[in-house]
């Protein structure tokens, strides 16, 4: 089932491509289409005088629908490496294939083309009204592939050939031609590197039929409602501004309540399963990345060396800075937490050792990496070390897996895949030995096991410096999120010389385990408010109540009930704007605050509120011990 929706998204990949040709020209140049998740894509470089709009879209759309039901045939040619120069360099010219085909044939003895064709006899009614640049370019193709190959191609006339590795559908009798709908144009670097061209990316969905691609269409509505790029401004709650810097976020008020009120249970929880807080710098010296080998593993994402060898108002000439005043801004907390470990002697009566910290990190991700709160060159994540003996390594691991479960439970998140990712047997990459290799995944696939954990193995996904566990939690599109990761570390330890005292008086080499259960708070924050549809429960609330008073004359009164609830540690703001008073309500509900409080003339003179629910939509009146006390009969979590 699934292999056969990739066959279909794939071709579909290369109808789309032959429909940009026939209502753009022939001239277009194509890129790479693959099949995607939900779809499909293909990469174009237009002419200054056909650029593509959103609007052209439609055309496209009614194109691919037409060759769909044109019944038209996938033909695959096997060619070698002299056959596939020539068809690629001097018939198809398309300067992009040709710098794919070059690369291909260093890994493959053979070269796959797709070749797309009708009857030839239907050729004129077929293509009425397509442009001729468009015809001529494909006739030229099909009388050199009927030379080459007449027993594939007589009778038969090429309207699109591609090079390409990925199975497709025979016929596109196979395809519901209303089973994909295009979607939208995305900018794109040609093989994803940033010094190349910048590509115009047509976007599509796909599914096996008409009714599969509306489930799907419909689902998206709702996450539309839901996705943390739209829900962000109507919640007030950060901004990415380029005069700060690019995607470094500027965090407001209400993220900053948030993340306190995540960060107090969490700091809470983490003391309670004996972690220990640390801090450490937002700098670090070069060499000190180079020793745990971050500098060479990571170099790609890092910024640039801070060169502190002068000031901005005093610049040397001619002087390079030494080694020792070269500083990077760290990209990890790893190597700072193995310092604190190193600044004293470790008996085994203290291990296992639990670091700790909300550490904010930098990397240089690059462009096309990114994506809003989800991936951005700032972050804080919620980074612990465990350094435990040989002995207590296996109950130290399943004790962090378990906490990985409460932590996501805790925040309402039910639906989570783990994924159990191992070392390639074959490969050299890995600095820890085979013996240690076998052990970690051993333990880990033990701890599995026996907590009868529901997993998927994925082979050759290992770090460079130890196996770890993923987990993954559904979001409303079905996609599946990484948020919680936990790693053996068998390479700082070595790097950095790390022992303890064991019971022979001898000096020992402990296991480190890194883990980090809401990984990164930015897209934590991203996918919780989508998980929540911005509606936060009361206990995360940034602003849990807000007080409207019906008339200025009543806002005294709507003080009062705010400095009362104040005291009680409840998050509550006055609406003093100017606004009125049905647009007060709606402000309210558009930014999701659990209560709205509403005061007027009889609520002033019987010391009462009348409160609506946004989650529940009910309201009521009561006085404030009664909204209290109601509030104290419900399961709080935190805050209150």
């Not at 096996?208 to 996705?227: F, G, T, V």
């Not at 009566?349 to 994506?371: H, N, S």
Request: include cysteine; hydrophobic fraction near 40%; charge should be neutral.
């Amino acid at each position: 089932m699934w292999l056969d929706l990739l066959k279909k998204r794939h071709s579909l990949a290369h109808i789309l491509a032959q429909a940009v040709q026939r209502e753009q020209q022939r001239n277009v140049e194509v890129g790479i289409g693959p099949a995607i998740d939900n779809g499909f894509y293909y990469d174009f470089l237009f002419d200054s005088k056909n650029q593509i709009k959103e609007e052209d879209l439609t055309k496209i759309q009614n194109q691919m629908e037409k060759i769909v039901k044109e019944w038209q045939e996938f033909i695959v040619l096997e060619m070698t490496d002299e056959q596939s120069k020539e068809l690629v360099t001097k018939i198809m010219k398309q300067k992009y294939k040709e710098e794919m085909r070059a690369e291909f044939v260093q890994d493959w003895e053979s070269i796959t083309f797709y070749v797309n064709t009708i009857v030839a006899a239907a050729k004129d009614n077929l293509l009425k009204g397509v442009d001729e640049n468009y015809i001529k370019y494909y006739q030229e193709i099909t009388d050199y592939l009927q030379k080459k190959y007449p027993w594939k191609f007589e009778n038969k006339f090429v309207t699109f050939l591609d090079m390409c590795e990925w199975p497709h559908v025979e016929s596109t009798k196979e395809i519901d031609p209303k089973s994909f709908k295009l979607e939208k144009l995305a900018g794109a670097y040609w093989r994803w590197d940033e010094n190349n061209v910048m590509m115009t990316r047509i976007y599509a969905r796909a599914f096996d039929s008409k009714d599969k691609l509306r489930e799907y269409s419909d689902m998206m509505e709702e996450a539309k409602k839901r996705d943390h790029r739209v829900l962000w401004k109507k919640l007030w709650l950060y901004n990415i501004d380029q005069d700060v810097g690019s995607w470094l976020v500027l965090r407001k008020p209400k993220w900053a309540f948030i993340v306190n009120q995540i960060k107090r249970w969490f700091e809470d929880e983490q003391l309670k399963a004996g972690y220990v807080p640390v801090i450490t710098p937002h700098i670090g010296k070069k060499k000190l990345r180079e020793q745990s080998g971050h500098r060479w593993f990571y170099n790609e994402w890092m910024f640039p060396p801070l060169e502190l060898w002068c000031s901005l108002g005093e610049r040397q000439d001619n002087r390079k800075p030494k080694e020792s005043e070269i500083y990077l801004l760290k990209p990890m907390n790893c190597p700072a937490h193995v310092k604190v470990y190193k600044d004293d002697i470790h008996s085994y009566r203290e291990l296992p050792l639990r670091y700790y910290e909300f550490g904010t990190v930098y990397r240089y991700e690059k462009q096309w990496e990114l994506g809003w709160l989800t991936r951005v060159r700032g972050f804080t994540q919620d980074d612990a070390h465990i350094i435990v003996s040989k002995d207590w390594l296996k109950e130290e691991f399943g004790k962090v897996v378990d906490f990985a479960f409460k932590v996501l439970h805790h925040f309402d998140f039910q639906d989570i895949k783990v994924f159990a990712s191992f070392s390639d047997p074959n490969s050299d990459k890995y600095v820890w030995d085979k013996a240690m290799r076998k052990q970690a995944e051993d333990t880990i696939r033990e701890i599995l096991k026996e907590k009868q954990i529901e997993h998927e193995e994925e082979l050759w996904e290992a770090a460079f410096y130890g196996p770890k566990i993923d987990f993954k939690v559904k979001d409303v599109i079905g996609r599946y999120r990484q948020l919680s990761t936990v790693q053996f570390d068998f390479n700082l330890p070595e790097r950095f010389d790390m022992t303890f005292t064991n019971p022979q008086w001898e000096q020992e080499r402990p296991f480190m385990i890194h883990r980090a259960l809401l990984g990164s708070l930015e897209r934590f924050m991203g996918v919780l408010i989508e998980n929540y549809a911005g509606a936060f429960p009361m206990w995360l609330a940034p602003e849990q109540i807000r007080i409207i008073a019906v008339a200025d004359k009543f806002e005294n009164y709507a003080q009062k009930v705010k400095e009362e609830l104040v005291s009680k540690w409840y998050r509550v703001t006055v609406d003093y704007s100017s606004d009125s008073f049905s647009k007060k309500i709606r402000n309210g509900e558009i930014e999701k605050i659990p209560y709205l409080f509403i005061v007027w003339e009889k609520e002033e003179s019987e010391n009462t509120i009348s409160w609506r629910s946004y989650k529940t939509k009910e309201q009521g009146t009561c006085t404030l011990e009664e909204f209290v006390q109601l509030q104290a009969c419900l399961p709080a979590k935190a805050g209150l």
